[in-house]
């Protein structure tokens, strides 16, 4: 009688190959790149034994044409980042241009820039979760995810007047002030939301195909984890508590209660269980700043750093000359340099600006967490299949327009 076949455990698959290797590319036109990227795999059959991300093919050079222009006119800019969460961009370059001016956004700007902030990060992990979930096989979760960001949308366009590129923060400010009726909306998506993100949550979190592609796969160490200067949610799944919210509040966010979403297991599971409950955690934050929301100016009212209102541009002749200056000049900013970091829906997003006085920076550099998320793939990929890589790439929740700036 023939002896019967077992299929060997995966952890001595690599035992008995020949060890023949042949690299391929992954990419750089592949949807499961989630865009412009290019993986280079060396391959034991189907078992990666390397992995070189190739970066760059959506190089603009950003942070050299920030020093050509002034302070407010870079903010578009910003939105081609992180575009999934240009909020956050535009507010998080405002904030390191005011730290470099030494002013304080007023109390109703700062909260409405973290409803800005928080409503940003539930699109974004909307997004980034209805592209895992589609990588992992569920048509329907990207369906549902995107009907809710289809309603953020909606409301950034009445805030804003724009969809994807708001360009809605000002240095010193923001360009207008809360439109009648918009906190009302707000809050009725928040009602709404939690019961529809429940039911996300109950159509995959337990669903058997989707925790056998995704448990223990991609798992990487808190050490590890940290030694490759990952942040945000990819450093949280791993069991490290970080958040800059939490650990050097900015925008009043100790004025706020909500806790950080943190795994165990730093595999593809936990990071999609961090963001589910991210997003819990955000509608908290958003609700108790609708409540709290002062009255007062929405700006500073500086006159080098934020124009004057159009009525008094229209009747004064000093308001006028005074918005052309910082029109066509920029605000002014004193001789100096600061970075600031904020806690952007891909991780930590860092700006750091040398200035040598006037309307311009002298030298803008970006920390872009999508960078680090990609580099981190030369420890998260190899040891897996070819199968798996769509997972991985899936749970990193990367944009390459900030990775590649």
Known sequence: MDKEFTYPEPANLGADRIGEKMVVNLGPNHPATHGVLRLKLELDGDLVTRCDPM??????????????????????????????????????????AEKLAGVDATPRCKALRVICCE?????????GLAAYGMDAGSWTVFMYCYTQREKLYTLFEQLTGARLTTSFARVGGMRRDIPEG??????????????????????????????????????????AAMQWGLTGANLRASGVSSDLRKDVPYLGYEEY??????????DCYDRW???????????????QAIEKMPDGPIDVGDPHITPPEKSKVLRNMESLINNFILTTEGPHIPAGEAYFEAENPKGALGFFVISNGGGVPYRVKIRAP????????????????????????????????????
């Open 182 to 223: 918009w906190l009302g909306s707000v809050n009725a998506f928040c009602n709404q939301f939690l019961p529809a993100l429940d039911e996300i949550d109950a159509l995959i979190t337990r669903n058997k195909i989707f925790m056998d592609r995704a448990v223990g796969i991609g798992v990487i160490s808190p050490e």
């Open 119 to 127: 409503l940003s990060r539930i699109a974004s992990h909307l997004i």
């Open 55 to 96: 970066v760059g093919y959506l190089h603009r050079g950003q942070e050299k044409l920030a020093e050509n222009m002034t302070y407010n006119q870079f903010i578009p800019f910003t939105d081609r980042l992180d575009y999934l969460a240009p909020l956050c961009n535009n507010i998080a370059y405002c904030l390191c």
């Open 370 to 405: 999508s960078f680090v998320s990609l580099c981190a793939m030369q420890e998260l990929i190899p040891g897996h299949h070819i199968s798996d890589i769509p997972i991985i790439l899936g749970s990193m929740d990367f944009v390459l327009g900030e990775c590649d700036r």
């Open 273 to 287: 269980l961090v963001r589910i409950e991210e997003m819990r955690q955000s509608v908290r934050i958003v609700r």
């Open 257 to 266: 209660d909500f806790d950080v979403a943190i795994g165990v297991h730093g």
